[in-house]
Antibody
């Protein structure tokens, strides 16, 4: 069974960089599918942030939410089967629960890839 | 572009409810929709993908459909345990980015 687990600081100061890591078990992130991040502000809806295509035949493309692209970096540690998110110059508006996700096929013969596996989420507060 | 869902819906136990997801652009029209259930304090869970397919373990009380620029999640035989927030999602090919609806809060009266 695929499992994702977020880790990182729960409190970040304004203007600093938010750094989170997602450890994946049960599946190699370099085999297939997309691996990324979704966030949810307090009392709000889901916002897709970024994803990395974990397959060399897909050129390991990274896709970004255009509204966040200038502040987002996603990196991958293949040896540890994990990936990371960095969000720079944070403000209170970046306070949210951050989920790491897989966008993949939950069965055989998918016509599109939904977000089929989610981490439990990690709350991050931006405050001085 | 954006996916629009009603903020809330409600129905009595045992009844049926539908939740709509509409898009003013062509994202839904050209791409498949997925639906997620988020129980309070938990991560979202995939309910429906490819418009109308259910992952293993999702009961057939949950169904999905899509027509033109609108998709619908249906839930029959409502239970109090179905009280949750429900989100639709698709992929915006023009922006190469994921897109979520604003979410709908289901209350089982």
């Amino acid at each position: 069974q695929v499992q994702l687990q977020e880790s990182g600081p729960g409190l970040v100061k304004p203007s600093e960089t938010l750094s989170l890591t997602c450890a994946v078990s049960g599946y190699s992130i370099t085999t297939l599918y997309y691996w990324g991040w979704v966030r949810q502000p307090p009392g709000g809806g889901l916002e897709w942030i970024v994803e990395w295509a974990g397959n060399k035949y897909w050129n390991e493309t990274t896709n970004y939410n255009s509204s966040l692209k200038s502040r987002v970096t996603m990196s991958v540690d293949r040896s540890k089967n994990q990936f990371s998110l960095k969000l720079t110059s944070v403000t209170a508006a970046d306070t949210a629960v951050y989920f790491c996700v897989r966008r993949g096929c939950p069965s055989i013969g998918c016509r599109a890839y939904p977000f089929d596996f989610w981490g439990r989420g990690i709350p991050v507060t931006v405050s001085s | 572009s954006g996916l629009t869902q009603p903020p809330s819906v409600s129905a009595a136990p045992g009844q049926k409810v539908t939740i709509s997801c509409s898009d003013s652009s062509s994202d839904i029209e050209n791409h498949f929709v997925s639906w997620y259930q988020q129980l309070p304090g938990t991560a979202p869970k995939l309910l429906i993908y490819d418009d109308n397919k259910r992952p293993s373990g999702i009961p057939d009380r949950f169904s999905g459909s899509r027509s033109g620029t609108s998709a619908t999640l249906g839930i029959t035989g409502l239970q109090t345990g179905d009280e949750a927030d429900y989100y639709c999602a698709t992929w915006d090919i023009s922006l190469s980015s994921g897109l979520f609806g604003g979410g709908t809060k289901l209350t089982v009266l």
